[in-house]
């Protein structure tokens, strides 16, 4: 096979093909949260399943996570309702729908609204373990083992406005963060037993197409050797996203390299390479997730963030990860996070952030004079924001009456959240256009035959940084993971 | 040929020809001015060259524009030193680089900012005059027949602090607009003069390729029937952009979809696809121009820009494109330019624009309950700026101080350039990346053999929509589509 030419970039001619090395019905790129579940349920079906890793065991991406998952719907889960809130798989559609951004998926949107609770009981019945547990404060992730907290902008303006608030962020029951790792080993023990084959530090080169595109195979590097694997029925993308192709990123999201910290583990953007190598369309390349996570406390909530124009531009009681996208946009690195004396607290993650104190004085004018900021730039803005935070209100930005306070309890301290110094780290939204069905399709949204995409990978519900809410990776992932590995194996 | 499956996404193989109805050097797809002006360096190394058109003359939307090409360097034009202004390739140079934002094509830059002269130069000497005459008001394009004009952002910050400040803008000599319909029926008269052989009314349906993705020729349509047309050295893609396919756009660039107006012709994107059905990496495709053509006259430029909150957002001497980028990345749909009495007049394409009077009054309060705008939000930006005005400052978006004037006399005025319901007018700047020679490239850099792209279908100089000035798609259509014609003609 040496001389012949393919690349993630060009797939390999079945004609060309000699023999196959190995053969089955379903082949799944990538052992993360939705590689897992696509072998999964295709292993079900009674398939015969390979699943090719490039890394040296499992989890991908999904195991540096949280393990979070953002489910409700049809009432709500046990936790959600022992919480006290019942969630309406209406409200969870609008809230998805927004979060989606100028171009949601709807049709996705709707399936995974319809079936979220279901999804969840799935995840269980694999034997994730959640607590019935729910913590109220607004955080970043439990570093305890409980479950259900407030993972994005529910409570927010313009959320709040279109969907009943809910939380709907699961944790799995690990004791401290990184339950993704927990997650990824339970669903890993089901793989193996359900008989799923399973290749590592096994590289996806090429795809194996014929002449009109239609996917048969794939060929695999590993050990310095090539391999030709068939796959009668189809082959499933779930190799992460791009961030850690800094040239993919700089061509397709340049704007997001103001953030320097990219999340990731391959991410490589090879899945997304190989869907295209064959017609796949790529979508929505531009937008990412970018966050700082400022809080917790979540009195810092009833703080003001301001430009170095001295102007706020958001309700800061929405989700880090939505603060964060809108800093990204402000012209200048320069960015201050503003507290008075009754609101101030240290930052839980301030030093692992960078986030240390810029200037702090008796008056915003002094604060204002030692950040060198226009003079009475950051003085006018605290005066208009304190003003109504005095009666409840926030017109500009309609921030939660709850989280308003006039800041005027000297010493005044502005935090520091310089873009290029703070850890705002980042991962991408976009990649291969797919149908629910996990299909992947092309430019005219005709399916690729034979190609399915999950995770970061395809283009999934999670498709806009400005309406990112944590969990929702995961959620897709998993939900529309397994859509992919049932498709795949009922293709006739 | 009709049980063959090929389409704009999928390359017709090779192997399945059975015979060539045509066969040419280089074959030109699109007759825009990239593609006009491939065609004619093609031709004139001696090669047979075919160009195909969709419509049923030459024109493309290079033909709606006003003709304008932005160049400078070397000294300058003699229009640019007859105005009294030299103008150094370096500063071409620097002002290009930053037009293209973060991920400008330093290569394309460098090769246009040292042969633009020429190249120019060039134009002329196809027929194409030009006035030697300087406006020195800001305007938009030329409504007589003069050829200078300040078109983009180069007195303004930052550019100004990067560039040394020259007008690159030149206007063909063409009494009024539409000075583009004029460079085209030149340049058109330049093709037939070369022996191109052009037919119109025929759409290129499918690249055809071989094995590995090298591409040998094209199918076309016209009069309903499939025609297969080879090309021996190569073929280019000058097919515009894809603003008109509004599901390609909500799916790369939906933020744009807030801009109601698309401007082009054709641009259905199929450039773009036939490139990526052969590996042609696409890029950027977030990036568009958007613009609202807020002045002349001039003097509007000493009011300000404020959005829904009161706040303003840029320095409003800026090209008007840039200042209506920064317009689409605010929250919220209500956009207003204060002026007062001395700086009030009538926006010239105020109708056009749909520009309106909002609100009029005697103080800024009275204006700010008039607009409806949140309590103290309007007066406190004003108050700011006219404070720092009357001392020729404005620290906070840098202003040039000639356009710095206290807004204060009455009757103060808000016009109304709301984004749902003003002239904002787009293009896309995203498209295939290709090298400086036009040669379309895959995702790891690596040339597609036979393929070339130029103007709107490839992403060229311009590139980013807070950088764009007028002239500089004409400049990157007209002068990577003469490389990719020379360079295609001439390959072994």
Chains 1, 2 share one sequence.
Not at 49 to 63: C, D, F, I, M, Q
Not at 316 to 340: K, T
């Amino acid at each position: 096979m040496s001389d012949i030419a393919y690349s993630r970039n060009l797939p390999c001619r079945l004609g060309l093909v000699s023999r196959w090395d190995q053969e089955a019905d379903v082949i799944v790129v990538g052992f993360g949260a939705a590689g897992a579940c696509a072998a999964l349920e295709a292993a079900r079906t009674g398939a015969k399943v390979l699943l090719v890793e490039g890394g040296a065991g499992s989890g991908g991406t999904s195991a540096l996570s949280g393990g979070e998952i953002y489910v409700g719907g049809n009432g709500g889960t046990a936790m959600q309702r022992s919480a006290g809130f019942s969630d309406a798989t209406e409200d969870l559609y609008n809230y998805l729908l927004l979060s989606g951004g100028p171009n949601a998926d709807e049709a996705k949107v709707r399936l995974y609204a319809d079936h979220s609770l279901r999804h969840f009981e799935w995840l269980q019945a694999q034997g994730v373990k959640y607590k019935n547990s729910f913590i109220p404060q607004r955080i970043v992730e439990p570093a305890t083992d409980d479950c259900l907290i407030w993972s994005g902008s529910e409570e927010a303006w313009p959320f709040c406005e279109q969907a009943k608030p809910c939380p709907r962020g699961h944790t799995p029951q690990w004791m401290g963060m990184g339950g993704g790792r927990y997650l990824m080993d339970v669903l890993t023990q089901r793989v193996q037993e359900a008989g799923v084959e399973v290749h590592y530090n096994t590289r996806a080169v090429a795809l194996i197409a014929d002449d009109v595109n239609a996917v048969h195979g794939l060929v695999v590097r590993g050990d310095n050797v090539d391999r030709c694997l068939r796959a009668h029925k189809g082959v499933v993308l779930c190799a992460g996203g791009f961030v850690m192709n800094r040239d993919m990123v700089r061509r397709h999201a340049p704007q997001v390299l103001r953030s320097q910290f990219p999340i990731g583990t391959v991410d490589d953007g090879s899945g997304i390479l190989l869907g295209q190598s064959v017609g796949g369309a790529a979508i929505n390349m531009a937008e990412c997730f970018v966050t700082l996570p400022w809080y917790p406390p979540e009195s810092l909530i009833k703080g003001i963030f301001v430009n170095e124009r001295g102007q706020r531009f958001i309700n800061e009681d929405c989700y880090h990860g939505r603060v964060s996208q809108h800093i990204m946009q402000q012209a200048g690195n320069r960015i201050f996070l503003l507290q008075d004396q009754e609101t101030y607290a240290e930052p839980e993650f301030g030093q692992f952030a960078k986030i240390g104190i810029a200037a702090a004085g008796e008056t915003w004018a002094e604060v204002e004079r030692d950040l060198d900021l226009p003079a009475g730039a950051l003085v006018s803005t605290v005066e208009l924001y304190n003003r109504n935070a005095a009666v409840g209100s926030d017109p500009l930005f309609h921030k939660g009456r709850k989280w308003l306070k006039p800041l005027t309890a000297p010493p005044l301290v502005a935090l520091d959240c310089r873009i290029d110094i703070c850890f705002y780290s980042h991962f991408t939204l976009g990649g291969l256009d797919t149908l629910p069905t996990g299909e992947v399709v092309d430019a005219d949204r005709r399916p690729v035959p034979g190609l399915y995409a999950a995770g970061r990978t395809a283009c999934g519900l999670p498709r806009w940084g400005a309406g990112y809410s944590s969990g929702m990776s995961l959620a897709d992932c998993t939900f529309f993971g397994r859509q992919a590995g049932i498709q795949a194996a009922r293709r006739a």
